[in-house]
């Protein structure tokens, strides 16, 4: 984590917002992984169950199936990368640990199944902590904050400690954009995002295509936002981020280079 890494987004799923559909079949997966790693990705993010808004759950199984043969493959071919299982479920961490995955990511922050901290323990993998309020379902019904920023940061805090507790010590922190929030909430935790990485664990933001980008675009549809998706994370690498998480691999991995060569000069 001396430099910022790029986690690629590849969702084996039919509904997520963005690639939905594209990669869910193995070979397709796999496919876009080799294309990923040559445009710079450290990181894939697997995923098999949709978290947009409004979107529905499905079962453990249903995911596992998904996810699993996908990771299995991927570990053997593509060694150099790190695979990332995005879950909320104990079962799904599990297996796609089982599998050879080494992260974790819990957009409920622990909030569903605390105790995948301590499965991150044993199999000595990285954890990411995300914020998130009510399930994706119901998360952008009017959520309210009375100061976004702290309470987010209180969550992340109380959680890497449970975290701790439990022996996990590879944790990274997310703050969530728009898991539960508007787009001001959104916009007030990217300012203050130095608040978060003082927290002392690595900080991941993926704000990539969100409908935050849109909003502020003048409703600007997903295939759009590519520029607004760049300044933002942009902005994040600049007060502290470590991870950035993309749909356009090669577009981030470029304006990671450009920072590094320029943070370069203050050495």
Same mark, same amino acid.
């Given at each position: ?17 963005? +690639? ?16 990923? @790693?040559? =445009? ?8 098999? @169950? ?10 453990? @199984?249903? @995911?596992?199936?998904?996810?699993? !043969? $996908? ?26 640990? +089982? ?6 990511? +819990? ?28 399930? !994706? ?9 009375? +100061? ?39 916009? =007030? ?13 690595? $900080? ?20 759009? /936002? ?30 990671? /280079? ?10």
């Amino acid at each position: 984590m001396t430099k910022p890494k790029v986690m690629g987004v590849l969702n084996v799923t039919p509904d997520s917002f963005s +690639d939905g559909g594209l990669y869910n079949r193995t070979d397709t997966a796999l496919s876009r992984i080799e294309e990923m @790693e040559k =445009q710079g990705a450290d990181i894939i993010d697997i995923g098999g @169950e949709s978290t947009r808004p409004g979107s529905d759950p499905v079962s453990a @199984e249903e @995911e596992i199936n998904r996810t699993v !043969p $996908v990771i299995k493959e991927a570990v053997k071919k593509y060694p150099e990368l790190f695979f990332s299982i995005d879950t909320t479920k104990y079962e799904v961490a599990k297996a796609a640990l +089982d599998a050879g995955a080494q992260i974790v990511n +819990d957009v409920s922050g622990l909030r569903h199944h605390s105790e995948k901290a301590r499965l991150c323990a044993e199999f000595d993998a990285a954890l990411v902590i995300m914020h998130s309020i009510k399930k !994706p379902k119901t998360m952008q019904d009017n959520p309210v904050y009375s +100061d976004v920023v702290s309470e987010v940061n209180r969550f992340l805090e109380k959680q890497a400690d449970l975290a701790k507790e439990m022996g996990a010590d590879k944790i990274i922190l997310d703050p969530g954009i728009g898991f539960g929030k508007t787009t001001v909430h959104n916009l =007030q935790l990217l300012a203050y995002l130095t608040k978060i990485c003082e927290v002392g664990f690595p $900080v991941l933001v993926g704000a990539s295509r969100k409908s935050m980008i849109g909003s502020i675009l003048d409703n600007r549809p997903v295939e759009g /936002r590519l520029a607004g998706t760049l300044a933002v994370h942009y902005h994040a690498l600049l007060t502290g981020a470590k991870i950035i998480r993309v749909h356009d691999v090669q577009e981030a991995a470029d304006s990671i /280079r450009i920072f590094n060569e320029i943070q370069s000069q203050f050495n």
